[in-house]
């Protein structure tokens, strides 16, 4: 699985691009979402606020792209989409 980081256009977070598709109402079951529609699910996890949407692209206001990285590793682990990273 290839995923890729980099800044956001606003500048405001990152966006992560996993390339893994999610059904976004089931992933709202086994996450606290603040907002879970089938476009688009808002949540805070981790301490950092983070968009997802179903072609499993991220917006991820981290600190920094690992952070990034490992927010959105963890997610995918969570919902059983793929391997948390390496710490």
Do not use: W
């Not at 603040?34 to 950092?48: F, P, Q, S």
């Amino acid at each position: 699985m290839a995923i890729s980081v980099r800044l956001c256009s606003g500048r405001t977070s990152f966006e992560v691009t996993t390339g893994i598709k999610i059904d976004l109402i089931k992933a709202s079951g086994k996450l606290k979402a603040k907002v879970a529609t089938r476009h688009i699910l808002l949540l805070n996890y981790m301490g950092v606020d983070v968009s997802m949407y179903p072609s499993g692209r991220m917006l991820i206001k981290a600190q920094n792209e690992e952070s990034s990285l490992k927010i959105a590793g963890y997610l995918l682990d969570e919902l059983g989409l793929a391997e948390p990273p390496k710490t």
